[in-house]
């Protein structure tokens, strides 16, 4: 009975969650969203590498739309917080079963007893070779600050940090700790990535912290970098926030 029930509950979910990203696509058609330095994902693909995209943790939406044709691993870190409210686990289990359906797969963190087991699993997927994407400040932040994890990733398997940045001319800021951008109908948006970062597997806990330091200062450069482009172009950018239920 109980492995009936999940059937029904996993074909129904996929219902939902399919509805969702065909109302999605349709809203991302109204969109003008311009992506800057896609030839260097394409370049290091064409060299052998393995890339690891970057993105901060309040602007994933755009950066995983226009890239679900890459077909990559979204790694989906998880707060252990026992306050972590039951609405926003049910918004993130809801959140990667739309990024499943965009054509990603999802290694999340959540099915582990620990964050470090989960860790160590996209550690030997990352040494399979597949492409991959991480957020810099998740779980819980704070925001804009990259933490050890994509440096240490990327000594352990060796593949290449893309540090990546977004902006948009208008939407929604969601009143929780990352700001979770969403854009308006018809806003205009730029993607930036950066340049590439490569570590070695002999760096020591100084090069990692400087490797760390300057993954930050590239992806809130690709940010400012795309704020720019769009101001370039005379756009007003405004959000409004818009705050979670409460419970």
Sequence with gaps: MKSLTGRVYGWVGWVITSLIVDTFLLFESTLDVRVYGLERLKELKRAGKNPLLVIWHGQGLLPLANLRQERLCLYASHTRDEKYSPFLQRLRWWTLRFIER??????????????????????????????????????????????????????????????????????????????????????????????????????????????????????????????????????????????????
Excluded at 107 to 115: H, M, N, P, V
Excluded at 122 to 150: M, N, T, W
């Design 102 to 247: 965009m054509g990603y797969s999802v290694l999340d963190a959540a099915q582990f007893k620990s964050e470090s087991r989960g860790v160590l699993q996209f550690v030997e997927l990352l040494r399979s070779g597949r492409g991959s994407v991480i957020a810099a400040d998740g779980p819980s932040g704070p925001i804009y600050k990259a933490k050890a994890g994509p440096t240490f990733l990327a000594k352990k398997t060796g593949v290449t940090l893309l540090p990546m940045g977004s902006a948009l001319s208008k939407g929604f800021h969601m009143d929780q700790w990352d700001r979770f951008e969403i854009p308006a109908l018809f806003a205009k948006a730029v993607i930036v990535i950066g340049e590439p970062i490569e570590i070695t597997a002999n760096s020591d806990d100084t090069a990692l912290e400087s490797a760390r330091q300057l993954l930050e200062v590239r992806m809130n450069d690709a940010v400012d970098i795309a704020h720019r482009k769009l101001s370039s172009n005379n756009l007003e950018i405004s959000y409004q926030l818009k705050s979670q239920p409460t419970e």
